[in-house]
């Protein structure tokens, strides 16, 4: 929750606020309740599916069953048996795969996908702490005094030739003792957006991976 919706719930009143909980309240039980009835239509698809494979399973028997007969001694009717049984088969085994690809799309969209997360960065290696600090020396609105609200770590894995080490960028939050406005400098750009990769790292996994391999293949 920012600084600004945390201003927006002060300015309400105890009515108001019961109002919002409510809602919030309800759009939860809204939630919980449509999340129940797709697994309950999962669910009796899933029971169709195995009713489907017992009739399956049943006609197959049935089938071997007329062939057996039949090889035994010729029947025009049998024969014609046999192929009203095959339809059937062929019938209910297509149905049965377009009913399990839904029920598979069903239980996927009901099911929300997990985001991966990303390790933190070993604890036993070395780090180089940089810190970021605004240029203002006082609020640039109003020229208050700046106190320090905060700060967002992030970290890099950097290679140092024969080691690594992690530097971590610190970007204090200021904030304004007479107003609202927060200062904190813009992240450090990176070699490759979002990637932990420090511009040494990468330069010496390219060396090693082409440069290195390419003199040795020559030599």
């Given amino acids: 929750m920012d600084a600004a919706t945390t201003r927006d719930l002060d300015q309400l009143d105890s009515e108001a606020l019961k109002a919002l909980i ?3 309240r309800e759009q939860v039980f809204s939630h919980r309740k449509q999340l129940t009835t797709q697994q309950e239509e999962i ?11 017992v009739e399956i399973e049943h006609l197959k028997l049935l089938i071997a069953k007329l062939r057996r007969q039949q090889f035994g001694r010729s029947s025009e009717k049998r ?7 095959e339809l059937r088969l062929e019938e209910l085994e297509a149905r049965r795969t377009k009913e399990t690809v839904a029920v598979k799309e069903s239980a996927s969209a009901s099911t929300p996908a997990a985001r991966p997360v990303r390790r933190p960065l070993p604890e036993h290696l070395p780090r180089e702490v940089r810190k970021f600090l605004p240029k203002q020396e006082a609020c640039p ?3 208050g005094q700046l106190k320090h609200l905060g700060e967002d770590v992030s970290e890099i894995l950097e290679y140092v030739p024969a080691s690594l080490k992690v530097i971590q960028y610190i970007r204090p939050k200021l ?22 990769a420090g511009s040494g790292l990468l330069a010496h996994i390219l060396t090693s991976k082409y440069c290195d391999y390419v003199g040795f293949a020559v030599m």
């Fill in 43 to 53: 669910l009796s698809q899933r029971e169709q599916l195995a009713s489907r494979d």
């Fill in 22 to 24: 409510l809602a919030l």
């Fill in 79 to 85: 024969e014609h048996q046999i192929e009203q049984l």
């Fill in 141 to 143: 609105d109003c020229g």
């Fill in 175 to 196: 904030a304004c003792a007479c107003c609202d406005r927060i200062l904190q400098v813009a992240a450090p750009s990176r070699p490759i957006e979002r990637s932990i």
